[in-house]
């Protein structure tokens, strides 16, 4: 007998009562329910390891000590959907356990988890953004290396899979899934955005930039080679602040507005990193809001700027403007 997988299941919350019109106009259907889940098996078998998830509307019964209750759960799917245990199945119907206990739910209206991160169109929300950048040359003409970046499908939402081959296409360094250095959710992405010599030290670097919704400025996570692995070091926000543009760009928060805090009145930030070039400077794009006198909305200028990344990966270093704030 085959193993029964593990499910899940998005459901809403029951919101205020239901009015009596309604109530009578639904009646006849509640009995049509009450007469299937009636032919809900009494009997499951064991459960395994699968897992599925919740693709419609569906009738539910509960178990409580005064028999079955008709309930009704909102499986649609969902970007974030959560696993719920498979007790078991019988024919058409599946058993599983809720947070408030075990239920009766249509196969039907289930899908397996494997099916659904393989699957098109529903796991294109539980991926990275198509468009990112999956490859870069690394190393030098002598000893060249790649690193290849995949996109994988999750749960918890879009992962991703970083490999380091050198020119015999043997793999030097893997990070997995698990290491969250990848993760994207709806609006919001970490993702290897320069890869090489980055700060000129003749070993390779990357840069893992997440853009920030509720604050412009990138956070940036250098990873630095040790020879035998991609190590990762501490992350750090790429804005600053004041009249003068200075060299090294780092700081260790983002410029948030609200806590009784004021925003700089004249701040730049990186929004942006584009892939390197054959030296390892990469070119970024930067924004600066300049509020100063006062002005309730600030005025917006954009550049495209030169970088490196500081030898102690603890900053990045402007090394000239491509294209000057305007």
């Given at each position: 007998?085959?193993?029964?997988?593990?499910?899940?299941?998005?459901?809403?919350?029951?919101?205020?009562?239901?009015?009596?019109?309604?109530?009578?106009?639904?009646?006849p259907?509640?009995?049509?329910?009450?007469?299937?889940?009636?032919?809900?098996?009494?009997?499951?078998?064991?459960a395994?390891?699968?897992s599925?998830?919740?693709?419609?509307?569906f009738p539910?019964?509960?178990?409580?000590?005064g028999?079955?209750?008709?309930?009704?759960?909102e499986?649609?799917?969902?970007?974030?959907?959560?696993?719920?245990?498979?007790l078991?199945?019988e024919g058409g119907?599946?058993?599983?356990?809720?947070?408030?206990?075990?239920a009766?739910?249509?196969?039907?209206?289930?899908?397996?988890?494997?099916?659904?991160?393989?699957?098109?169109?529903?796991?294109?929300?539980?991926?990275?953004?198509?468009?990112?950048?999956?490859?870069?040359?690394?190393?030098?003409?002598?000893?060249?290396?790649?690193?290849?970046?995949?996109?994988?499908?999750?749960?918890?939402?879009?992962?991703?899979?970083?490999?380091?081959?050198?020119?015999?296409?043997?793999?030097?360094w893997?990070?997995?899934p698990?290491?969250?250095?990848?993760?994207?959710?709806?609006?919001?992405?970490?993702?290897?955005?320069?890869?090489?010599?980055?700060?000129?030290?003749?070993?390779?670097e990357?840069?893992?930039?997440?853009n920030?919704?509720?604050?412009?400025?990138?956070?940036?996570?250098p990873?630095?080679?040790?020879g035998?692995?991609?190590?990762?070091?501490?992350?750090?926000?790429?804005?600053q602040?004041?009249?003068?543009?200075?060299?090294?760009?780092?700081?260790k928060?983002?410029?948030?507005?609200?806590?009784?805090e004021?925003?700089?009145?004249v701040y730049?930030?990186?929004?942006?990193?584009y892939?390197?070039?054959?030296?390892g400077?990469?070119?970024?794009?930067?924004?600066?809001?300049?509020r100063?006198?006062?002005?309730?909305?600030p005025?917006?200028?954009?550049?495209?700027?030169?970088?490196?990344?500081?030898?102690?990966?603890?900053?990045?270093?402007?090394?000239?403007?491509?294209?000057?704030?305007?």
């Amino acid at each position: 007998m085959k193993n029964i997988p593990a499910v899940a299941f998005r459901f809403g919350r029951a919101k205020g009562s239901v009015p009596r019109a309604v109530l009578l106009a639904v009646l006849p259907l509640l009995c049509l329910v009450w007469t299937a889940v009636a032919a809900a098996p009494e009997k499951a078998e064991k459960a395994g390891a699968e897992s599925v998830v919740g693709i419609s509307l569906f009738p539910a019964v509960y178990e409580s000590k005064g028999g079955k209750q008709i309930g009704s759960l909102e499986g649609v799917y969902s970007p974030a959907p959560e696993a719920y245990p498979l007790l078991g199945r019988e024919g058409g119907w599946l058993r599983i356990r809720f947070a408030g206990g075990p239920a009766w739910v249509r196969a039907a209206d289930a899908l397996p988890v494997d099916e659904l991160l393989r699957g098109r169109p529903y796991r294109k929300p539980l991926l990275c953004p198509d468009g990112l950048p999956g490859d870069f040359a690394l190393g030098s003409p002598d000893a060249p290396l790649r690193l290849g970046v995949e996109r994988v499908a999750t749960l918890a939402g879009g992962r991703g899979i970083m490999r380091l081959t050198d020119k015999d296409g043997k793999i030097l360094w893997q990070s997995g899934p698990e290491d969250g250095l990848i993760a994207c959710v709806p609006g919001q992405a970490a993702w290897p955005m320069a890869a090489g010599d980055l700060d000129g030290d003749g070993r390779p670097e990357i840069l893992i930039a997440e853009n920030q919704p509720a604050a412009p400025p990138l956070l940036v996570t250098p990873l630095r080679w040790t020879g035998t692995a991609m190590e990762k070091t501490e992350s750090f926000y790429v804005w600053q602040s004041g009249a003068e543009i200075p060299e090294i760009w780092a700081a260790k928060d983002a410029p948030f507005e609200g806590d009784g805090e004021k925003m700089p009145p004249v701040y730049r930030y990186v929004s942006e990193l584009y892939p390197p070039y054959f030296d390892g400077s990469f070119a970024a794009l930067v924004v600066q809001e300049n509020r100063d006198g006062g002005a309730a909305k600030p005025v917006t200028t954009r550049g495209v700027g030169l970088f490196r990344l500081r030898p102690d990966s603890r900053a990045l270093v402007l090394r000239q403007w491509i294209i000057p704030l305007r």
